[in-house]
């Protein structure tokens, strides 16, 4: 009689695909029922009830962007790990304050800005106007705060009241720009950097030819940061009932006060009017349960701004009909495809052309927070927004925080440009940094010999030295560049070269500077540049607003359900899912990024970039 039990190795390799075939339908069950969980959610948060004397928690966590850097099935992820969000943007900050301003339901607003890690001053003064509209419509902010720095305060003077914990600060310091030079290292290393620029005032590529700042780099950086700080204490005064020049003194002598006040920087920052009271967390719920309805044994009524922002989906959905169409032009200019967060050439132009093709899309309004980058970049989404123009939409530019030099450069097809006073723009100018490493070579033994055929053949050779005849070449390019740059600038502004050129040369304005010089047309934010729009549109009171982003996939689109829902987030945490601290940070090391893309080995290309974020 045969036997017909299996071996031992047989029966060990069995026991082994079973447990991976459990393991199998175990995992795609879990992500049927995460799905279907997410699904859920995301219906029943189209339900949730706010009653009556309400308060909207506004507590953004991150960096307030204009758009989302990170992919969204990577912000899935972070949400269903419970990582610290790294971004939050702008417009659903902005969307959830306007709703709730005319929201019956909504009593109060308590601004709780002790998780944001980045905020530009520009943005600041958009949230703060924001907060007035708030205001106006008769219902009161309040800040809670355990700490504030200084862009976070600018936009916490615009509440009824700031309260401080008692071990907390209010740190006014003003502003500086400081950068790395590495013409040592780079001599060190033997590179040699061949910086060739339009513009007395162009300090891009200084960090790379000296070891120290130009005077002309000082003083235009003093002049423009003078300015934005000036803007910045007349709004803290302003807001505050403060006397501007007391409070610049009170920074001046920062040392005394302090002193004065044993090292308590709480009670300093209320002796000099910056907050209204100091209470811990505790005491601050309880004056919030006093004003408005309690909830449980220590809480109050209130909805935090992402369910507030869930619930009113529905109107945010794009409807049929006249829309004006936001098209968010955020981060350095490069060639190319490129995803949300930066500018890339040709995606960006596709992305203006779809808006000019829509039928529905009545006018155009450019949302630009760049420092600038590639010149023929920044030229493919001029020319795109010139045939918006001529296709009879109008194009309206709103500038963010940062509108420079290439961001300067495509906001030029415009009918009108809108900035805040303390956006950073102008640095018209133009350069081209090119490396060569012969004596690093010769560091090594190595050396590099040849011949060609003309003086330029093998000239880009990072190699060998640069040739006379090419550095003449790039001169001519960057000279032309330079004209086409203040020509375009000349053409839009009713102005000549000649009136341009005075106010170029690769200098840096704050938005209040550059209107006195005609740069751009008026002062205000992205909702005044909307309504403007919307006016030369002749839309009257009817148009939606719409954002016009790449399509995100069906995978995507399912991540982000999943992600966004509480349920699906408890049972992540329940079976332990996370993800590495800090994989969603961004890098602040952006000068030693382009260094070392410039020592790779980049080939030439013109810039029309920035380097001139105030911290």
Partial sequence: MTNTNPGPIRRFFRAIWNAVNFTRRLVFNLIFVIVLVAIIGAISSERVTIEARTALVLDPAGAVVEQYASDPTQRALAGLAGNQEAEVQLRDLLDAIDAAAKDKRIERMVFIPDQITSLGLASARELGAAFDRFKASGKEIIAVSAGMEQNVYLLATHANRILLDPEGAVLLEGFANYRSYYKDALDKLGVQAHLIRVGTFKSAGEPYVLDHASDAAKEADAYWMGGIWQEYLDEVGSQRKIDTAKLADDIAHYDSRIAAQNGDLAKLALEQKLVD???????????????????????????????????????????????????????????????????????????????????????????????????????????????????????????????????????????????????????????????????????????????????????????????????????????????????????????????????????????????????????????????????????????????????????????????????????????????????????????????????????????????????
């Fill in 277 to 615: 009271e100091l209470a811990t967390r505790s005491q601050a719920r309880e004056q919030l349960r006093a004003l408005g309805a309690a909830e449980g044994s220590d809480s109050f009524r209130q909805i935090d701004y992402r369910h507030y922002l869930g619930s009113m989906l529905a109107q945010r959905l794009p409807r049929p009909g006249d829309a004006v169409a936001v098209v968010v032009a955020q981060g350095e200019i490069v060639p190319g495809e490129r995803q949300p967060g930066m500018i890339g050439g040709v995606s960006t132009a596709n992305i203006i052309r779809g808006a000019r093709e829509d039928k529905s899309v009545k006018a155009i309004v450019l949302r630009v927070n760049s420092p600038g980058g590639d010149v023929f970049a920044s030229e493919q989404v001029r020319r795109e927004l010139a045939q918006a123009r001529e296709a009879g939409k109008p194009v309206v530019v709103s500038m963010g925080d940062v509108a420079a030099s290439g961001g300067y450069w495509i906001s030029l097809a415009s009918d009108e440009i809108w900035a805040e006073p303390n956006t950073i723009t102008g640095s018209i100018g133009i350069f081209g940094l090119f490396m060569t490493i012969p004596d690093a070579l010769g560091k090594l033994g190595i050396n590099t010999d040849g011949v060609g055929t003309t003086p330029l053949a093998g000239a880009f050779d990072i190699r060998r030295p640069m040739s006379p005849q090419l550095e003449a070449v790039l001169a001519s390019v960057i000279g032309r560049g330079y004209q086409q740059f203040i020509g375009n600038v000349a053409k839009a502004r009713s102005k000549t070269p000649e009136q341009v050129d005075q106010i170029a040369q690769g200098r840096v304005w704050s938005g209040a500077q550059a209107k006195e010089r005609g740069l751009v047309d008026k002062l205000g934010g992205l909702t005044d540049a909307i309504a403007a729009a919307a006016a030369r549109a002749k839309l009257g009171d009817t148009y939606q607003v719409r954002y016009v982003e790449p399509p995100m996939s069906p995978w995507q689109r399912i991540a982000m359900a999943i992600g966004g829902s509480d349920a699906a987030v408890g049972i992540a945490r329940w079976s332990g899912f996370s993800l590495p601290p800090g994989t969603l940070k961004r890098s602040e090391l952006h000068e030693l990024n382009a260094l070392a893309d410039i020592l790779r080995g980049k080939r030439y290309a013109m810039f029309a970039h920035c380097l001139c974020e105030p911290h």
